[in-house]
């Protein structure tokens, strides 16, 4: 009974050491650190990368980056009520629209980032700073298909049967089929038409894919056409894929990457050292090399020269769309894209 | 210790369960039970909307029908394998077991897109179907019911494999060996022995492969891209793009019980398979 006993004891003290040593405070950090959200992938690889260092270097500030997608970030920071997993988002329009309408974006002063004269105008608001660009048209292989001109392109042989598509999860996505539809007399808030032209395709389309599976698929030639951006495509030659970047005949779809401070966050102060180094010339000079192919958001950097501008200026004639609109039929969307395409 | 007092053993178990499954499946149940997406109005609308929808039920009947395909798939090719385990000596039962297992130690998402190099319409399977004459295009295997299901076959095996190898190995071979001197063929001793006796195993492994397949989001979602619709992807859908948590929750309650009534029905056919061997 006795021997029984101490390993009792023996057991409870080893539990205690371990509890224990949990519950130690962890190393000073240097001035403080940001918490932010990421996009898990290239974004996360860059950040790391150029980011960290450069946030170090100029402020003392340590970034911890949460791998999270725009939707999840949304959800998160929504489930959480008030105590913000992060610090700071980053984010699509769509979900960026979703964020301003639940209030969960502190109020935003552009005028304490430093670098904010060399920003084309218009990229800050209440709500945040846009620190990316991102443009989506067509990728093809030019190797197996002829060149596309258009949108509509897609939909027509030889194109078709070699295509690729995704549905409404994603900003690119929805972008891509909202201009399909236009192109056949639709508009930004009216998908039917794109609808009834799918439909009469729709057992020739190749894949109609997880978002997250369409490079694996376009790099294994399950489809050899797809709309996309052009990082994907970027970062899909890098890895020595035959894949090219059109902009349609009616313009290839621009939309920005935001970056906002969590309601809640007690970091704000580091949040705005965070953004204003991402938005720094150096910074955004390293993230549009490749393997990283950002595009950048700062005049001063001079632009490569495989990016479908040759100014930021130019992204002003790209096509945009008013997200505070489709957000609310999205859902509609996503339900009728199921039952339309599912066997 | 004494006897009356075990039970507060398992009190860690219960409580974490109650913390961790219990509130959170109540909290599932009371969010779904609001009818708009910003949880305001009790109405059970979103209820009536899912339930009301005829593709739900294709949905529901789709993803139950991938379990029992993955099932069937996994039992005729697992309960074999098994079978040669149990004739194997020593060092080869632990080849077979380490086989068996490490699968396992790979992620389901390697796992998962590793299938896509093989299905795909340049990939192992149609090289190969092309280079034997046995198909004059590459035949579609993503995106297919049929694709998907050979790669859950795969993917879920070893939850099938292990609850079977441990009830073989631990089957009494004198029980053949009195079965055959009976005068019993191998196949006899096969259905009125052998199946009987390791049928808990078999069936612990289809309500493991069942309930793991119906709810493989990844697989389904990577694999089966959006033509092919099952439940988890609708809950994914509605909590992550659209935020729309009563009706995600009004789906992972859906999803719940099908797997539920799936798995329950596993095991009545056990049971009454059991009572009809002996």
Not at chain 1, 39 to 66: C, I, N, Q, S
Not at chain 1, 144 to 163: A, I, M, Y
Not at chain 2, 140 to 168: K, N
Request: charge should be positive; glycine fraction near 8%; hydrophobic fraction near 50%.
């Amino acid at each position: 009974m006795s021997h029984r006993r101490s390993t009792r004891r023996e057991f409870l003290a080893a539990a205690a050491v371990t509890l224990g040593s949990l519950a130690l405070p962890r190393p000073a950090l240097a001035k403080g650190s940001v918490t932010a959200a990421m996009y898990p992938g290239t974004w996360e690889e860059a950040f790391r990368a150029h980011v960290t260092p450069a946030l170090k270097a100029a402020h003392d500030v340590d970034l911890e980056m949460t791998p999270l997608f725009a939707v999840d970030q949304i959800a998160k920071a929504q489930a959480s009520r008030g105590a913000p997993p992060f610090d700071a988002f980053v984010l699509d329009p769509g979900p960026r629209v979703t964020g301003i309408e639940r209030g969960l974006f502190e109020k935003f002063d552009g005028k304490r980032l430093g670098n904010l004269a060399r920003l084309p105008t218009g990229m800050t608001d209440e709500y945040g700073v846009t620190v990316a660009a991102q443009v989506v048209g067509i990728g093809y292989n030019p190797k197996k298909l002829p060149k596309p001109k258009s949108w509509t392109d897609l939909l027509k042989d030889p194109w078709v049967s070699r295509l690729g598509m995704t549905g409404f999860q994603t900003t690119y996505g929805t972008v891509s089929i909202i201009e399909i539809a236009k192109q056949f007399g639709g508009s930004e808030t009216n998908v039917e038409p794109f609808f009834v032209e799918i439909k009469k395709v729709l057992p020739k389309v190749a894949a109609i894919g997880a978002p997250a599976s369409m490079p694996a698929l376009f790099q294994q030639g399950q489809c050899d056409i797809t709309y996309t951006n052009t990082q994907t495509v970027a970062t899909l030659r890098g890895r020595d894929v035959d894949i090219e970047f059109v902009k349609p005949e009616s313009g290839a779809v621009a939309f920005f990457t935001t970056m906002h401070i969590a309601r809640g966050s007690r970091e704000s102060e580091n949040a705005y050292k965070y953004f204003d180094t991402v938005i720094s010339a150096p910074v955004q000079s390293a993230l549009m090399q490749p393997p990283n192919n950002f595009i950048p958001v700062n005049r001063e950097v001079k632009l490569a020269a495989n990016l479908p501008m040759a100014s930021l200026d130019e992204m002003a004639k790209f096509v945009k769309h008013d997200w505070s609109k489709i957000n609310p039929l999205r859902a509609g969307w996503i339900e009728r894209f199921n039952k339309e395409v599912a066997k | 210790m004494t006897r009356e007092s075990e039970w507060q053993l398992a009190l860690p178990l219960a409580l974490a369960y109650a913390a961790f499954f219990l509130v959170p499946l109540g909290l599932l149940i009371a969010v779904s039970a609001f009818g708009d997406d910003r949880i305001t109005t009790l109405d059970g609308a979103q209820w009536r909307k899912f339930l009301g929808d005829p593709f739900t039920w294709k949905v529901i009947v789709d993803t139950v029908k991938l379990g029992g395909l993955t099932v069937a798939a996994t039992s005729l090719i697992g309960y074999p394998l098994a079978l040669v385990y149990l004739g194997a000596g020593p060092r080869w039962q632990r080849v077979i077991l380490f086989v068996v297992i490490l699968p396992l130690l790979t992620s389901v998402v390697v796992r998962t897109f590793a299938w896509i190099v093989i299905l795909g319409r340049e990939g192992v399977i149609n090289q190969a179907v092309l280079w034997l004459g046995l198909a004059p295009a590459p035949l579609r295997l993503l995106q297919t019911e049929h694709g998907l299901v050979i790669a859950l076959t795969q993917i879920e095996m070893p939850i099938m494999l292990l609850p079977l190898l441990s009830v073989m190995s631990r089957l009494d071979p004198n029980l053949r060996d009195a079965s055959a001197g009976l005068g019993a063929s191998k196949w006899r001793t096969l259905v009125r022995v052998t199946l009987p006796l390791s049928l808990p195993g078999l069936v612990a492994g289809c309500m493991l492969v069942f309930a793991s397949a119906t709810t493989a989001f990844i697989s389904q979602f990577v694999i089966g891209g959006n033509r092919l619709v099952y439940l988890p992807l609708i809950i994914w859908q509605q909590s992550l793009v659209v935020y729309n948590w009563p009706l995600a929750s009004v789906a992972a309650l859906t999803l719940l019980v099908s797997v539920g009534l799936g798995v329950a029905a596993i095991a009545a056919v056990g049971r009454r398979g059991r009572a009809y061997a002996l």
